[in-house]
């Protein structure tokens, strides 16, 4: 029955990854190129450095040390620990897929359970939600929604590896948001 019922799983995620990456124009492989650029992102982490400089004055080395170490837990915990243990191929590795796969951008490495960039992105969203308590907070979930979105289209990941890479990322947040808050929030 648990075999049934995870094999029906996978089928709706290839069918939904392909409803996806096959809606492809060319107008939108281009910002999804630039999407999953690492340097597209650049003014947005200037921003948020502004802010966590502006709020947190002295203090800020803490928060960025603590966002260091939450990016790389959520980093290695995805590409390090998961992806080498299910060994669940990229759709654009799939055998039976690769040949349909429309792909933009890079990736590093066949796996792609669970994606590292919905596990890093969810993460820092979630831990800085955490820390400036405001309603704008959405906006970097929305950040984190498009850049995992953008690999689903660009043939790297599938749906499944992007929501438990976002599940793995907010836990992680969380997680990491607490350790900060009892030992660090108060200096």
């Known amino acids: 029955m648990l075999n049934l019922l995870l094999a029906r799983l996978l089928e709706i995620d290839k069918e939904l990854f392909l409803i996806i990456n096959q809606m492809h124009t060319t107008f939108w492989d281009k910002v999804v190129y630039w999407i999953t650029h690492e340097l597209f992102w650049i003014p947005l982490y200037i921003i948020l450095l502004y ?19 939450l990016i790389t837990i959520c980093d290695q915990f995805a590409s390090g620990l998961v992806k080498p243990y299910i060994q669940k191929l ?7 897929l690769k040949a349909i796969v429309h792909v933009i951008g890079r990736h590093h490495g066949s796996y792609g359970f669970i994606s590292s960039h ?26 984190a929604s498009i850049v995992s979105y953008a690999r689903i289209y660009g043939g790297v990941h ?9 599940l793995s990322g907010i836990w992680w947040g969380w997680n990491i948001y607490m350790v900060y808050r009892f030992y660090c929030a108060k200096y």
């Open 51 to 69: 802010f966590i400089i502006k709020r947190f004055k002295k203090r800020f080395w803490v928060i960025l040390l603590t966002i260091a170490v």
């Open 90 to 96: 990229r759709p654009c590795f799939d055998p039976n």
């Open 118 to 143: 919905a596990a890093n992105t969810f993460g820092l969203a979630t831990f800085l939600c955490l820390l400036f308590r405001t309603h704008y907070c959405f906006l970097l979930f929305i950040w």
């Open 158 to 166: 599938y749906p499944g590896d992007i929501l438990l890479g976002a």
